[in-house]
């Protein structure tokens, strides 16, 4: 799947369509990037005893004789980001190991511990996502193997004296499947309460660190300010210890939490903890984490904002990463290139700097290739941040291999994040690259087109695969959302991406395909999302000649102007909506009092726009929508030498087709001269560039027009001709409603 190897292909079918009052610019929308909170040790789940050549499996013994289990379901809080996938993991320890096999109390506590994680084995085995999708198994036989599994833990802990260190182990465990598979907080809440009471008994730290973690994701499930305040406790314990490892893996988790609720408060508060992981990880001595955590400084800040301070400061946090990286501990860790890489290409799309945008994207394929076969990369998206300070003197049971701490070979600790798999990089990679190049589509032979196009056939590729074996659904469910949304997100950035060459009726396809991917996701899906296809649908309606239905598209409350603060996606989006009712309006009523309110009520909202493009695409209509009934000569240069120069700095061919066709209109249109045939010539020439069927036909008709002014007759026939070959070939509404203009 390299990169490099993707060669851009040509359409033959080649002319495309456009209509009167067509959205000038598609290439606007900033890339969504992915809400996936890196939690360190994510990876938690503890489970132990997978021997599948033990076969106890009677769903009649050991029935449930606790409170019911309210298994788990997805709930609206869930929906509104991306969550981090929790991929399976071994637990790093052994509960059955610690039960002495001495007593025949011993003989019926292994036995059901055996029957627990078997049954735990079968449900994952037996039901994977695509099985339940498909409906090959009944989600009740599921949460049937799943509810005697936990029934077998309960029924140890409280029908047997256990060991301090045996209890703890089983507690951990159990809590952890109640907080996977079900929604009994409470009940996982009151499990680690008593093994963290236990551990402190018994000075078991790191079993107590592990429960600890647990238990404020737990709480974040009921309630997550209460969540971040015990973790900022925990915190203020573990410093005054000195426990280093633990002091990262507490902060990275409130980082982690913060950034999931999203709100200025939280993001101010997840960049000071950052802050302080950094001068800790200097203190110590650990590169890797200092690393690490100045990417996701620079991570929040161009998730939070597209203003070119918050990108000034992801740059800063990026330069700080990248010195880091010198160290040897952290250049072994490929996932630290991967996300300064994809950073600082996002940097560049949001600050529209097309130069750049272009290097990293090449440098960000080149990195994607050599890292495929690193053996530091697993499959399963975990990210190992090696550490330098000594771990197992202080802590017991300190030599676990797996866990939020982990000890590797040689005693050389290191601290489990989660990240995004391999295969879901690859994907964020095409849609990258995609938008990327997305303003040179029409003249790279639809190589946008191809990356959105793989990163599609991809993610469907990875919904149709079944779910690891032994994975709990609940993280199998997360996954799955996620690559769902990624799918509609390259879905919409694919619509644009032919709606900017015109291609109506693929857009129509393409549009189609977006609602019913939509329709199936198991949550209603995000008020970014549902925005942008509100978006599209009156931009189809408009390039196909619908006029009135896409006024009253662009006229609902969600795609309304809204205020500077707000997301960047839906502020752009908003901004669009209302420019392209403004060339609605004037193509139907050009002096209606309407027309200039709302040019007054975008102006400071155009004007302060971060997007050039869009600052671009005002000024054009400030030329083309002066409302007087003589405008000024030299306002209306003023305007169009702005948007012209704008539109060549991001490299939009479409707005600068379109202000080369109006200055001909506006300045030498009936003019005898070089200078007129010249700015003609240059107008078609531009409009070929881009295959845009409308205005090649526009140009062919103002070149033809400037010819017989200059006494070339058989040339401005034949251009006349080749406009009417072009006229035949645009949607029916736009032929139809010029008819009636002309009329």
């Not at 040509?10 to 002319?15: P, Q």
């Not at 399976?88 to 036995?111: G, N, R, V």
């Not at 040179?440 to 056939?457: T, V």
């Not at 030498?641 to 600068?656: E, R, Y």
Request: glycine content about 4%; proline content about 6%.
């Amino acid at each position: 799947m390299a990169y490099q190897n993707h060669q851009p292909y040509h359409n033959s079918n080649g002319l495309h369509q456009y209509s009167p009052g067509v959205p000038i610019s598609s290439q606007h929308i900033q890339v969504q990037i992915p809400k996936v909170p890196i939690d360190p040790a994510a990876y938690a789940n503890y489970n132990h005893y997978n021997d599948n050549n033990r076969a106890y499996y009677n769903q009649n013994s050991y029935a449930p004789a606790q409170q019911p289990i309210t298994y788990y379901q997805p709930t609206s809080r869930q929906a509104s980001t991306l969550p981090a996938v929790e991929p399976h993991e071994s637990s790093p320890y052994d509960a059955k190991a610690s039960i002495p096999s001495t007593t025949s109390s011993s003989d019926y506590q292994l036995l059901l511990l055996s029957l627990a994680e078997d049954y735990l084995a079968a449900a994952h085995g037996g039901c994977s996502m695509a099985a339940l999708r498909e409906r090959r198994t009944e989600p009740r036989g599921y949460y049937k193997l799943v509810a005697t599994g936990l029934a077998c833990f309960a029924a140890v802990l409280k029908n047997f004296r256990l060991q301090p260190h045996a209890e703890a182990i089983i507690r951990l465990r159990y809590a952890t499947v109640l907080h996977q598979e079900t929604e009994n907080y409470k009940e996982a809440e009151e499990a680690l309460s008593k093994g963290i009471t236990i551990c402190d008994r018994h000075r078991l730290l790191d079993l107590k660190y592990n429960m600890q973690h647990l238990l404020a994701r737990v709480m974040f499930s009921i309630n997550p300010r209460a969540s971040l305040k015990y973790v900022d406790n925990v915190v203020k314990n573990v410093e005054a210890y000195q426990h280093v490892p633990w002091i990262y893996a507490f902060r990275f988790l409130r980082v982690s939490l913060s950034l999931e609720l999203s709100s200025h408060s939280d993001i101010l508060a997840a960049l000071s903890h950052l802050k302080i992981i950094q001068n800790t990880s200097k203190q110590y001595g650990d590169s890797a984490v200092s690393a690490s955590a100045s990417i996701m400084e620079a991570l929040a800040h161009v998730r939070t904002s597209d203003s070119a301070e918050s990108i000034e400061q992801a740059q800063r946090a990026l330069a700080a990463a990248r010195s880091s990286q010198l160290d040897p501990t952290a250049k072994s860790v490929p996932q630290f290139s991967a996300m300064s890489n994809f950073v600082d290409f996002c940097c560049s799309l949001q600050h529209s700097n097309i130069a750049h945008a272009s290097f990293k994207m090449q440098t960000m394929q080149k990195m994607l290739d050599q890292a495929a076969n690193d053996p530091g990369w697993t499959q399963d998206g975990m990210c190992a941040i090696p550490l330098k300070t000594n771990y197992s003197e202080y802590l017991q049971g300190g030599g676990s291999a797996k866990g939020i701490v982990r000890v590797s070979s040689g005693d050389a600790p290191c601290l489990i994040i989660n990240w995004l798999p391999k295969e879901d990089i690859y994907a964020l990679g095409f849609l990258l690259s995609g938008v990327a190049v997305s303003h040179r589509n029409s003249m790279d032979g639809q190589k946008a087109e191809q990356y959105l196009r793989e990163g599609i056939r991809m993610l469907h590729g990875m919904l149709s695969q079944n779910a690891s074996p032994t994975e709990p659904i609940s993280p199998s469910y997360s996954r799955n959302l996620w690559r769902q949304n990624l799918l509609c997100h390259m879905q919409t950035h694919l619509i644009l991406v032919l709606c900017g060459r015109t291609a109506w009726d693929a857009a129509q396809t393409e549009f189609s395909k977006l609602e019913n991917n939509v329709g199936s996701l198991p949550l209603s899906p995000s008020d970014s999302l549902c925005i942008q296809i509100r978006y599209l649908n009156g931009l189809i309606h408009q390039g196909t000649g619908d006029l009135t239905t896409a006024l009253s598209i662009y006229s609902h409350p969600s795609l309304s102007p809204s205020p500077p603060h707000s997301h960047s996606t839906h502020r752009s989006l908003s901004l669009l909506s209302s420019l392209n009712s403004l060339l609605i309006l004037r193509s139907t009523n050009p002096r209606s009092p309407t027309l200039q309110t709302l040019l007054s009520t975008l102006s400071p909202l155009c004007l302060s726009t971060p997007n050039p493009n869009i600052r671009s695409a005002y000024y054009l209509l400030l030329a083309t929508a002066d409302p007087s009934p003589t405008p000024s000569i030299t306002r209306t240069k003023s305007h169009l030498q702005t948007a012209l120069q704008t539109a060549k700095q991001t490299s939009n061919n479409q707005l600068i087709c379109i202000t080369l066709n109006f200055m001909f209109d506006r300045f030498f249109k009936g003019v005898v001269g070089e200078q007129a045939e010249k700015s003609a010539r240059a107008s078609q020439s531009m409009a070929k560039k881009g295959r845009d069927r409308l205005w090649l036909c526009v140009a062919s008709g103002c070149l033809a027009g400037s010819l017989e002014v200059q006494g070339k007759g058989p040339e401005a026939e034949e251009m006349r001709r080749e406009a009417m070959l072009l006229a035949e070939g645009l949607p029916e509404g736009v032929v139809r409603r010029e008819a009636e203009r002309s009329g």
